[in-house]
């Protein structure tokens, strides 16, 4: 089992968000820590989601962007404060649904390499507009690529680093968990290239 695996099934958001100070009301709903939120506009429960920024995850998403750490370093954070069993990650074990048995060597390292180079594309014109689509001023209203670049760019180098030097564990888990998303981001960008 992966350190997410571990995180995942014992540790909902709102745990871990009321562990690490983030007062949350009966209602499931709290101030959000990823923007100036007079008003509580974030719902936590099992996950969270901020209905005025938009920011969402799950408890390792929320403990790494509140402590600027990446990903993996987020998970392991949670099990040792939690006090939940760690493996450390060159230890990792293979979680069971991270390769199906019809996924052959030839065939894994074909879709690993074509996640690779979509994710590398992405990240090259989410770069791109959050330069090209940066707000002028305060009063400039925010144009819907830069804010996307804004909300993508450290989850996409994530991605890309754990197919560069993730173990073959989070690589498999990567690829099974985000292959879906990989195509309708190809989809997306072929589209953008058309309009061009």
Not at 7 to 35: D, L, Q, T
Not at 150 to 179: P, Q, W
């Amino acid at each position: 089992m992966s350190v997410f695996d571990t995180v995942r099934e014992n540790i909902p958001a709102r745990k871990a968000f009321e562990h690490y100070g983030i007062r949350v009301n009966r209602n499931g709903m709290c101030s959000c820590p990823f923007h100036c939120d007079k008003h509580p506009s974030m719902k936590v429960d099992v996950r969270y989601y901020c209905f005025g920024c938009g920011e969402k995850g799950d408890a390792v998403d929320f403990v790494s962007k509140h402590f600027g750490l990446g990903l993996r370093d987020a998970a392991v954070k949670i099990c040792e404060d939690f006090g939940l069993p760690c493996q450390s990650p060159g230890n990792m074990t293979y979680h069971p649904k991270a390769i199906p048995k019809a996924l052959d060597d030839k065939l894994f390292q074909k879709t690993e390499r074509y996640c690779f180079i979509v994710l590398s594309d992405y990240l090259h014109l989410l770069k791109r507009w959050k330069t090209e689509y940066a707000p002028v001023d305060e009063t400039s209203k925010w144009h819907p690529y830069f804010v996307e670049a804004l909300k993508e760019i450290d989850h996409v180098e994530y991605l890309l680093d754990t197919i560069l030097y993730g173990n073959i564990s989070d690589r498999a888990f990567l690829i099974a968990d985000y292959g879906r998303k990989v195509i309708l981001i190809e989809r997306r960008l072929n589209e953008l290239r058309s309009k061009n």
